[in-house]
């Protein structure tokens, strides 16, 4: 039994998330089934990280298990990508240790998310960036960014639905790239919560447009409560950037 490695990039807009879901088209699903018109028999693939419905990935993990797969590991990416959705491609294919696995074998996870400022909305960003008419203040944005940094209770920025043992993460690294219209703020973590990435970007958010002040996210922070927290921003601004396994 050999264990395989994926790394796919997808245009999550038209998708119900990654994981597979009855009756509805997921990202999951579109690579089992082009799997399964591979080998002789069903592959069920482990992603690294469970994105929402509407996001995207550049760097997505995805790994499985199999002994009858008859294509060599170097030629999956053009095999797959020939059965594939145009919005899914395999950009790479590698074979692992027997213990790896996606989810659990990942050390650190980078989300990157996208705001768009401008006048008008930019028809080639309206799927890829959250798009606001004014103007952020992203000083306040930065200095705000800091909070989330180290080991901390993010029980305030996790969503309903999740079924984790703690909400303790290490936030490895908060970057904030304020430079020309398209602003990025990336997320380097040991883990994240669900939708935990979106939660904070929409209090950084009301941060930017004055509707929270700095002592109120420590506060909200340290309160532990989700419901002070900032709502969760639009999916579509989101992506899973890169997973490090090293």
Known sequence: MQTYCLIVQYDGTDYAGFQVQPGQRTIQGELEKALQRLGPNFIRINGAGRTDAGVHSEGQTVSFRDERLTVPVERLPYALNALLPRDIRVIESRLEDKDFHARFSARMKTYRYQIYEGEFPNVFLERY???????????????CSRFFLGELDFAAFASSGSSVKTTVRTMHQVKVD????????????????????????????????????????????????????????APHGLFLESVDYS
Do not use: C, H
């Open 129 to 143: 960036a959250y798009w606001s008419r004014e103007q952020l203040d992203w000083a306040a944005i930065t200095e």
């Open 178 to 233: 304020a430079e020309g219209p398209v602003k990025l703020i990336r997320f380097t973590a040991d883990g994240f919560l669900y939708k935990m990435v979106r939660n904070l970007v929409g209090t950084l958010v009301d941060v930017g447009r004055g509707n929270l002040k700095l002592d109120d996210v420590r506060d909200i922070l340290a309160s532990k409560d989700r419901r002070l927290a900032g709502a969760a921003i």
